[in-house]
């Protein structure tokens, strides 16, 4: 049996051709991304856009939930790669000031006695307190597990160069 050869990879001139192989490999990349989703356990979110405009997309899970969960990790890696080792003393005045905002809100409100829209303003006060903490927490996460393993590197090279 004869085997094909390699693809060359570049543009499709012909539209017809170019919109066939298209939807052909986007067919692939998605049982592709099933596949790897159902067999390691993994979160896959996948969009893809055609040469038209339309939007083509698979997720393993809530695509909603996906996006929230790369905004996150990708916030405090922003803050890891600008050097922010530790919460500023701005980062710490605006906790706090929310904080606070939700403190004077439960005060001066009664949950089961305000209106909607009393408590669309808590809730948001208590997502942007929820979003910014949990951006704190795994920032901090990444920075202690990026020193345990500067940490451990350095210490079996140590012992490398010991024993040699």
Same mark, same amino acid.
């Given at each position: 049996?004869?085997? @094909? ?7 499709? !001139?012909? &539209?017809?051709? @170019?919109?066939?192989? $298209? ?6 990349? $998605? &049982? ?16 893809? $856009? ?13 695509? !909603? ?25 701005? !980062? ?28 669309? &303003? ?11 903490? &949990? ?9 202690? !597990?990026?020193? @345990?393993? @500067? ?14």
């Amino acid at each position: 049996m004869a085997r @094909r050869g390699r693809v060359q990879l570049r543009r499709i !001139e012909d &539209k017809a051709s @170019r919109q066939v192989r $298209f939807s052909k490999r986007r067919a692939g990349l $998605f &049982k592709k991304a099933f596949e790897l989703a159902l067999l390691c356990d993994v979160e896959v979110a996948l969009l893809v $856009f055609s040469p038209v405009g339309k939007l083509y997309e698979y997720s393993s899970s809530s695509i !909603e939930g996906t996006y929230d969960r790369y905004q996150q990790f990708a916030g405090a890696r922003r803050d890891l790669n600008e050097g922010s080792t530790s919460i500023n003393s701005d !980062e710490n005045a605006s906790i706090h000031s929310r904080l606070r905002d939700i403190t004077a809100w439960s005060l001066q409100n009664n949950a089961d006695e305000s209106d909607a829209n009393q408590l669309e &303003k808590l809730e948001k006060l208590l997502t942007n307190a929820l979003r910014d903490t &949990k951006s704190k927490k795994m920032l901090a996460k990444q920075n202690g !597990e990026g020193s @345990r393993s @500067r940490a451990n590197s350095s210490g079996s090279r140590g012992q490398e160069e010991g024993s040699a």
